[in-house]
């Protein structure tokens, strides 16, 4: 309410400079998949000619979305984690836990980026079913989205040694508060 005994509404600014590329890759898949899947609408109830290529493009960019999406994820460190022992163990146990956690999500995506790399060297000349376009496209996509969670973990467990604690020994922080 204002001076005049009127009700003002004012929307704040928008910043999205704090928005990471992976928000903006997640984005952009999930626009094409949006797109594909309306196309797909249109041909199917409309024009009563459904295009085939839609169902596996589609499903391939939602993948696209999930891997380049789980990196955000991974960079706000609110994946699903137990954080019941932690209220109940002395505090230096708790600190040694968190930091095993960090070391063990390095290695999990570590492992996950070797592995994928290797899929796709044994993939080699693999083909999509219906399109014609190799499949290490996607695997592609699957392999820089472990490569990023695997760079926003290091960063995570950096940004935890640097101020002390993790979420998991104060489960009130977030990643955006700085020791």
Not at 21 to 27: G, P
Not at 61 to 78: D, M, R, S
Not at 137 to 159: D, E
Request: contains cysteine; aromatic residues 12%.
């Amino acid at each position: 309410m204002g001076d005049d005994g009127q009700f003002h509404a004012q929307d704040e600014a928008v910043d999205l400079s704090a928005t990471p590329v992976e928000a903006w890759v997640a984005l952009g898949f999930f626009w094409l998949l949006g797109l594909t899947v309306f196309y797909q609408f249109v041909t199917r109830y409309v024009l009563n000619d459904s295009a085939a290529w839609t169902e596996e493009i589609a499903r391939y960019f939602l993948i696209g979305t999930v891997f380049t999406g789980a990196a955000i994820g991974v960079a706000k460190n609110n994946h699903i984690q137990v954080d019941f022992f932690y209220r109940h163990l002395p505090q230096a146990v708790c600190r040694w836990l968190s930091r095993l956690v960090d070391v063990l999500r390095i290695a999990f995506f570590g492992a996950a980026v070797a592995l994928t790399a290797q899929m796709m060297l044994r993939l080699n000349n693999a083909r999509m079913t219906i399109v014609d376009l190799p499949m290490n496209l996607v695997y592609g996509v699957c392999l820089l989205g472990f490569a990023a969670m695997l760079a926003r973990s290091v960063w995570v467990m950096k940004v935890h040694l640097k101020r002390g604690y993790s979420v998991l020994e104060r489960p009130e922080s977030t990643m955006e508060d700085r020791a």
